[in-house]
């Protein structure tokens, strides 16, 4: 295929995804108008102005994502893997879950959990129903809806967004280049149902790859999507990222992606000194998570409801909080930071 034919392939591709997102959003909102009229009557809709902004920042971003599998930081094919089969299989059941969010969201339930969910020995933070999901994260239809959830979300880009730490890990990771490639760990911190692991299998078919996450049914799911995947197995293991069971200095790079929003203040400073606990002195940890304040001033209203038609009771302390202070205070250095679309990316180095 010529270059012109695949990026207008993938660019087709992109703006599919976004326009299936945009009607399935617009869809569900008016049943949802039908069914509970009083429901998200204080949430503005987004002026159009404003929409055609997010549109540009959509577009750099997708370019940015064609440019760096042009520079070779991941192999094209990258850009076409989507998990059709679950689309399709689980697409429905979104739809069919809706009626049940609506009436919780209507009775204030926002810790609801089904009697034969097991909710103890989670920290009472977690227990929640984040984005108004069913058993929050702690069931299998859970994990199967998420990435689907979070596509309809983003509009499909959150695996473009994904994909933005590929490059600073590949550099990061050049300060261990004597080391031979199966001996180079990696570490994924609340790696859900492992989209990121498998981005990283990908560019690093040889390295050890890590995860950790609280759920059981999102680790089981990663480990059904990722052992379809020739080579070997990323090592999956339910953690607390607060308590990351693996030796000091153990991992050449930490990743964490979409989960500090997820945190209460306090939380992401453990979390964050438990990252630099296990990175090799060299080694990089990246983070990406959503943007903050003053990162975007398009992105502000959507921000500004976004905790409420998602529950996310963390998100607004989040998009204030100093990272890089307490990146900085757990003893990180060179802080970098980068912004694509709706997400912000801090990379930062243990001293050697
Ligand atoms: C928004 S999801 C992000 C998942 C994945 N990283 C991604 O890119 O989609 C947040 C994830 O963090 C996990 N999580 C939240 N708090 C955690 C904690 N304290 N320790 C480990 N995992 C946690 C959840 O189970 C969930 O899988």
Redesign the pocket.
């Known amino acids: 295929m010529s270059d012109t034919f695949t990026k207008l392939t993938y660019q087709t591709l992109q703006q599919g995804k976004n326009y299936f997102s945009l009607a399935h959003k617009t869809l569900s909102l008016q049943l949802k108008n039908l069914t509970y009229p009083t429901l998200g009557q204080n949430i503005k809709p987004i002026p159009n102005e404003i929409l055609l902004k997010l549109q540009q920042r959509l577009n750099q971003l997708l370019e940015t994502d064609w440019q760096d599998a042009q520079k070779g930081v991941y192999p094209e094919s990258l850009l076409f893997d989507n998990p059709w089969e679950d689309f399709f299989c689980y697409y429905p059941l979104v739809w069919l879950d809706l009626p049940q969010i609506w009436e919780r969201v209507k009775q204030n339930k926002y810790q609801d959990f089904a009697p034969e969910i097991e909710t103890d020995g989670y ?1 009472s ?2 227990v929640q129903n ?2 108004h999901q069913s058993n929050g ?1 702690l069931s299998d239809l859970s994990a199967n809806l ?2 689907l959830q ?1 596509e309809l979300l983003f509009g499909g880009t ?1 695996d473009v967004m ?1 994909r933005r730490i590929l490059a600073p890990l590949k550099q990061g990771l050049k300060a261990f280049e004597s080391v031979p490639p199966r001996q180079v760990r990696i570490l ?6 492992g ?2 692991l498998k981005l990283m299998r990908a560019v690093l078919p040889q390295a050890s790859l890590f995860g ?4 059981p049914a ?1 680790l089981r799911k990663a480990n059904e999507s990722l052992s379809q995947i020739p080579g070997e197995l990323p090592q999956l293991v339910q ?4 308590e990351l069971p693996y030796l000091d200095d153990y991992f050449h790079a930490v990743t ?4 500090f ?3 209460p203040a306090a ?1 992401r400073q453990t ?1 964050i000194e438990q990252c630099f606990r296990v990175t090799k002195p060299g080694g990089v940890f990246i983070i ?1 998570d959503s943007i903050q304040l003053g990162d975007s001033p398009e992105m502000l209203s959507l921000m500004d409801s976004f905790p409420e038609t998602f529950h996310e009771p963390y998100y607004k302390h989040y998009t204030t909080d100093d990272l890089v202070a307490r990146l900085e205070k757990a003893g990180f250095e060179n802080i970098e930071m980068q912004v694509h679309f709706a997400s912000k990316y801090f990379i930062a180095r243990k001293p050697a």
Request: charged share 20%.
């Open positions: 920290p933070y977690y984040f984005h994260y998420y990435d979070v959150a994904r994924d911190v609340a790696c859900g149902t989209r990121t950790t996450d609280l759920s999102y953690a607390n990222a607060e964490s992606v979409f989960l929003h997820e945190l939380v979390v990406c």
